[in-house]
């Protein structure tokens, strides 16, 4: 059985646009909807793509009415969206199991009240785990962790002794918090591991990539800032200070004692070099190589980074080499024209300068 628009609507707080008695099956996008399915559009500008949808109807932005399409206008298409999709497809909710009698807890570890911890995760000694955290499978917690309330570790990550993780903090699945800094010092012909005497701290409401890793400072922490949000595959070294609530997309790469402000921005496969600082609000862009510091509130982009707008003045004077080639060619072939005219005039005056 469906649901009607009109039950849709009211699910959304949104106003109903056409005829709500059309029942709906399922939720998708609009490339993917099928007959019976409800999808959104949240640009007006791109309206004529619902006459390219097969969907039945749609979640459009309040000021967006389509002709003769069954809609529902909402002034958030995408929470609005959201509610449907889970109307219809309801967020899996695992049962709370306590302690597992598979997982291996140290007598010494401190657990707090309403704790999952699952099959096959290990805690180590002297581990404080808040109230209603979630320990997944696989998880290895080593010695001296502190885990805060409702903190989430998805399977098989691993946090290294003393990694602290602050509270409603999110580590996804294979992520490594507090490995060895790649640092060495060269002797006698050999390099040689240095200190590996910091650790990790994550701070509230941070979410961590799944197969990210952070390395364990050399003397003190690597530092995750309240609020921040780490995509997948990251890489951030040892020492680093990274600020409050940035966002670091997936492959960026973070040398050694860097540090951030707040609410930085880096792209995709973003690369940063060691000891710089990147100031707040600053953003950069996907592959933009960092070799030095980004001022506040900057927009950088490129190898090596530089302002935005002087990077585009340099990837417009690369689309046009091409064509620049071609001209200093005819104007090579120009110059060689005039220095061979040059000469025969010059050896024809020294011709007569003899006879005379």
Do not use: W
Not at 33 to 38: D, M, Y
């Amino acid at each position: 059985m469906g649901t009607p628009l009109a039950e849709l609507a009211t699910l959304v707080g949104g106003q109903l646009l056409g005829d709500g008695t059309i029942e709906i099956e399922e939720a998708a996008t609009l490339a993917r909807a099928q007959e019976g399915e409800i999808s959104f559009l949240d640009n007006v500008e791109k309206k004529d793509l619902l006459l390219d949808s097969r969907a039945t109807a749609f979640v459009v932005p309040q000021d967006l009415a389509p002709e003769g399409v069954p809609a529902i206008g909402v002034e958030d298409v995408h929470a609005a969206f959201a509610k449907i999709v889970a109307h219809f497809r309801p967020p899996r909710y695992a049962k709370r199991i306590g302690i597992s009698p598979a997982a291996i807890v140290s007598s010494s570890a401190k657990i707090g009240d309403d704790v999952d911890i699952h099959l096959g995760a290990t805690i180590g000694d002297d581990v404080t785990i808040g109230d209603r955290a979630t320990i997944h499978a696989g998880v290895t917690v080593m010695a001296g962790c502190r885990i805060g309330e409702d903190v989430t570790l998805f399977p098989n990550a691993v946090l290294y002794e003393n990694t602290v993780i602050g509270p409603r903090s999110i580590i996804h699945a294979g992520a490594v918090l507090g490995a060895y800094g790649f640092g060495y010092n060269t002797v006698g012909g050999r390099h040689l591991l240095s200190a590996q005497l910091g650790y990790v701290t994550i701070g509230p409401d941070v979410e961590i990539g799944a197969s990210t890793t952070i390395d364990r400072g050399t003397y003190g922490p690597t530092e995750i800032g309240e609020g921040t949000k780490v995509d997948n595959l990251v890489m951030i070294a040892h020492n680093c200070r990274i600020g409050r609530h940035n966002i670091i997309c997936s492959q960026v790469g973070i040398a050694g004692s860097t540090t951030t402000g707040d609410y930085v921005v880096m792209a995709g496969q973003v690369g940063v070099r060691d000891h710089v600082h990147v100031g707040s609000r600053a953003v950069l862009g996907a592959m933009s190589g960092v070799i030095s510091d980004i001022p506040d509130g900057e927009c950088y982009a490129g190898i090596p980074a530089t302002p935005l707008r002087e990077q585009s003045f340099k990837q417009a004077a690369l689309a046009r080499l091409p064509e620049m080639r071609k001209q200093l060619k005819r104007i090579q072939k120009v110059v060689e024209k005039i220095e061979s005219q040059a000469a025969d005039e010059t050896g024809e005056n020294k011709n007569s300068s003899h006879a005379a």
